[in-house]
């Protein structure tokens, strides 16, 4: 199983750099520190630097003759979550967050992402006399808030680098080390996140008579919605419908005049995507009317990702590469994953490929006995994963095949 060719010394630097990151995460477009690790990593390995693109991102493009220009991306961001891995290097952080201090925590594996593509930067360096064209390393703030892709296109990303022939990166996943998860086409879920505040009538709660009570019509709203997947959505199409936050009243007894809840959309194709968020419109509104509240709700999309579609032919040119790192038989196809991405906006927004995969982080040993995919994913489900407050992905080997695969990926389209 071919590795990274760093050498010893370089390899240690960089689990160094990716054990700074974890202990020292930061929250969404406020990745300045990380910014700064980044930006003096590349030029210290000879890219040209550009900082704060779409707020806090950074790029380094590394020209090397004629050939195709390969984008590399890696996301920066940490979640408001406490760490509770117990690691030497785990993270105590609080931050200021929508007026109050939150923990802080790597618990998606960014910080992973970050040190492979610094590691897969350095090696492109020193093999730059084996390959030819540009590279264009993307540092992505702001991926959890689906926001980061677009401000950097937005901030004239591709009007500051070359504009790339393909868009390349992946995520680290609870899956075993050594092993690469990636399907054509439609691979990740679009995600469309909603904020819904329902508009009463408060009072005296001995006196409901008074009142339009946002309460019974929020919690008439939320079972409602449960409607939408059971009786509106296909068996065979994809979609989940999620209530994450539900806000009302200060007192006991007091009816509040408002309800505030915020909501999650997952879906693959976008005609179910449509029909899911049009019918959180009619149902929201529907029991308002029922309700007799004085106005109608208000309704806000305030985070959205795209459905990530890896390009069938481009993942076939770069899928060999991929094998040829963890071997043939540790290429696996996950099937479609809920989970959401605002990469594919890197790639569609100038209309190139994109090719994106899993990085196993696992501990393989947890996996001993684990043949087939569906054995895997019964692991899955019972070790802690992306979120969690007991996520870590193991440093080696992890570290140096996400840098081989970045690498290897990025050679089969380099001259």
């Known amino acids: 199983m071919p590795s990274s060719t760093l050498d010893i010394h370089q390899l240690e630097s960089l689990r160094d750099v990716y054990r700074d990151l974890h202990a020292n995460p930061e929250l969404s477009f406020a990745e300045h520190r990380t910014a700064g690790v980044v930006a003096a990593w590349l030029r210290d390995h000879g890219f040209e630097v550009i900082e704060n693109v779409g707020r806090t991102g950074v790029v380094g493009v590394l020209a090397n003759g004629i050939g195709a220009v390969v984008a590399l991306r890696a996301d920066m961001d940490a979640l408001p979550v406490a760490e509770d891995t117990g690691l030497p290097y785990a ?8 007026g109050e201090y939150v923990p802080v925590m790597h618990a998606c594996g960014h910080d992973m992402h970050v040190a492979c593509l610094l590691g ?17 390393a993307i540092f992505q703030p702001a991926e959890e808030l689906a926001q980061g892709a677009q401000a950097m296109v937005d901030d004239g990303l591709y009007d500051r680098v070359p504009r790339p022939d393909v868009v390349l990166g992946q995520h680290v996943a609870p899956l075993p080390a050594g092993t690469v998860g990636i ?5 990740w879920a679009a995600s469309d996140s909603l904020r819904v505040v329902l508009y009463g009538a408060g009072g005296h709660g001995s006196r409901p008579e008074t009142t339009v009570d946002p309460v019974v019509m929020a919690a008439a709203f939320v079972m409602r919605l449960q409607t939408i997947v059971s009786r509106q959505v296909a068996a065979a199409d994809t979609a989940v419908v999620t209530i994450g936050s539900l806000n009302a009243g200060t007192k006991a007894n007091i009816i509040p005049d408002s309800a505030e809840l915020m909501m999650n959309v997952r879906s693959v194709d976008p005609e179910v995507r449509s029909r899911v968020l049009a019918a959180i419109t009619r149902i929201a509104r529907a029991e308002a009317a029922a309700a007799g509240a004085p106005r109608e709700p208000e309704i806000t999309l305030f985070e959205s990702a795209p459905t990530l579609t890896n390009d069938p032919a481009a993942m076939a040119r770069t899928l060999p590469a991929l094998a040829s790192v963890v071997g043939p038989e540790r290429v696996i196809d996950p099937g479609p994953i809920p989970s959401s991405e605002d990469v594919p906006i890197l790639a569609t927004s100038i209309g190139v490929p994109l090719v994106f995969w899993l990085l196993g982080g696992a501990d393989p040993v947890v996996y001993a006995g684990a043949r087939t995919v569906e054995e895997m994913q019964a692991v899955v489900g019972r070790i802690p994963s992306n979120h969690s407050p007991l996520y870590a992905p193991v440093i080696s080997p992890t570290l140096e095949l996400g840098i081989s695969t970045l690498v290897t990926a990025a050679r089969v389209w380099l001259g």
């Open 91 to 98: 993270s105590t952080v609080r931050a200021a967050s929508a």
């Open 120 to 136: 897969a930067c350095a090696e492109l360096v020193g093999a730059r006399e084996e390959w030819s064209g540009t590279v264009v």
């Open 183 to 187: 399907r054509a086409g439609d691979f």
